[in-house]
């Protein structure tokens, strides 16, 4: 079985920064893709950043973009996100996937692209 945790969420102030990591454990699984999902009260799980396993390419969504960065360390089987500039709005309980599935598409958007998720970790902006 694939684990995924999250760790590193946490209350911060508007404009402040936090880091959010992911590790993948348990079977060995074929990693074509890792990314971040956040969902706050009341709204659908939203799509954040996904990260291209063999090649590193990654894609944020445009809320994010420019604010958020999305990397990764191979051995490890860990995801990372590097949130900055934050922002009230992006208060949720944000949620690590994987991807063991060959797809065509290079980015994984949706949240039917991916196989494992781990149990999510509240990140709280204050203004």
């Known amino acids: 079985q694939v684990q995924l945790v999250e760790t590193g969420g946490g209350l911060v102030q508007a404009e402040g920064s936090l880091r959010l990591s992911c590790a993948a454990s348990?079977?060995?699984?074929?990693?074509?893709?890792m990314g971040w999902f956040r969902q706050a009260p009341g709204k659908e799980r939203e799509f954040v950043a996904t990260?291209?396993?063999?090649?590193?390419?990654?894609y944020y969504s445009d809320s994010v973009k420019g604010r958020f960065t999305i990397s990764k360390e191979n051995t490890k089987n860990t995801v990372y996100l590097q949130m900055n500039s934050l922002k009230p709005e992006d208060t949720a309980v944000y949620y690590c996937?994987?991807?063991?599935?060959?797809?065509?598409?290079?980015?994984?958007?949706?949240?039917?692209?991916?196989?494992?998720w781990g149990q999510g970790t509240q990140v709280t902006v204050s203004s």
């Open positions: 996937a994987a991807d063991s599935t060959r797809r065509v598409a290079i980015f994984r958007i949706r949240r039917e692209e991916y196989d494992y």
């Open positions: 348990g079977r060995t699984f074929s990693n074509y893709a």
């Open positions: 990260i291209h396993w063999s090649t590193g390419r990654t």
